[in-house]
């Protein structure tokens, strides 16, 4: 059994889809990235790769490279998954946390939950997702942008 950890954070653009969780969210402002710039799924594969040893999601989805650009970062998350099959690790589970203070999410838990699984073959119980507010406090509560973190549990099979 191997854990991991993962972080990521993205300031606010105006003029960009809203993109959490592998979907598509009802918000002004997207966020600022070289792929859709989905927090929560960087943050998962960033876990998911420092978990096997496998390095990051930059050296591997560089933002150097154009084939990245814009692209949606569900295509990243099975492209890690597959990279960690081949190295003989499955997941046992996830869990995550987004921070921000808007938009107010729970109105897309159960679809975030449905493309995350249906993109890395598990079910659903295997993967947690929550989201804290700062209390007004640091860049996400002057709502400058959101971050997450993630935590995974892989195993050698």
């Known amino acids: 059994m191997r854990v991991g950890i993962g972080f990521d954070a993205h300031r606010f653009e105006e003029g960009r889809k ?9 918000f ?15 943050a998962i594969i960033d876990a998911l790769l420092g978990a096997a040893s496998l ?7 560089p933002a150097s490279d154009p084939q990245y650009k814009d692209i949606s970062s569900l295509i990243l998350l099975k492209k890690a998954k597959e990279l960690l099959e081949e190295n003989g690790y499955k997941i ?18 159960q679809q975030m939950l449905a493309r995350i699984s249906d993109t890395i073959g598990i079910d659903k119980e295997q993967i947690g997702l929550k989201a804290k507010t700062t209390e007004k406090m ?9 971050a997450a973190q993630a935590v995974v549990l892989i195993s050698k099979e």
């Not at 995550?96 to 897309?108: A, G, M």
């Open 138 to 146: 640091g860049f996400t509560g002057r709502n400058e942008g959101i």
């Open 28 to 42: 002004e402002k997207g966020l600022k990235g070289h792929s859709d710039a989905d927090v929560i799924l960087h």
């Open 18 to 26: 809203l993109v959490l969780g592998g979907v598509d969210i009802d």
């Open 55 to 61: 390095g990051n999601i930059g050296q591997l989805f």
């Open 92 to 109: 046992v589970n996830i869990d995550s946390i987004v921070i921000l203070e808007e938009p107010r999410l729970e109105n897309y838990w």
